[in-house]
């Protein structure tokens, strides 16, 4: 598994933290964003990047960060093929993979603690799509994107 982790300044510390928390699970990391949390960086560039890589295939989930979450999560949905859910407990971090067959979980690093933070990403990653009924729904999100993305 192969997770992709971007961040404006405002989410740079959050992201390390985030970043060192999946390498010690063994998982592969691709760092996008912001190389420090001391000048301004774009929650735009940084959600692009990361919608990039995961809708390549470069990279299977992607993790967002600003700090609110808002502007980066506002960014990757723009992208065709991106689920991204903006989150704030482990509840709804579960429920965006459980219901909505997320790819991207964002979040605020001004929102939630580092504790709440890494929480999130352990239940986003470990969580499998319900399916049935939701699949319905997935599926007629798909369509609306046939529809309006040419
Ligand atoms: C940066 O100050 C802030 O605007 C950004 O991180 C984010 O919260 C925007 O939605």
Known sequence: MV???SSDHAGYDLKQKVIAHLKSKGI???EEGATTGDSPFSYVEAGCALAEDVTSG???KGIAICGT???????VNKYK???CG?????????MVRQHNNGNVLAMGARVV???VALAMVDAFLTEEFAGERHAERVNDIIKLEDKFYK
């Open 28 to 30: 592969e990391v691709i």
């Open 81 to 83: 093929g991106i689920r």
């Open 69 to 75: 979450g808002i502007g980066i999560s506002i960014v």
């Open 3 to 5: 997770i992709a982790v």
């Open 113 to 115: 603690g580092q504790a």
């Open 58 to 60: 470069k990279a299977d």
């Open 86 to 94: 903006l989150c704030n407990n482990e509840y709804t971090a579960r």
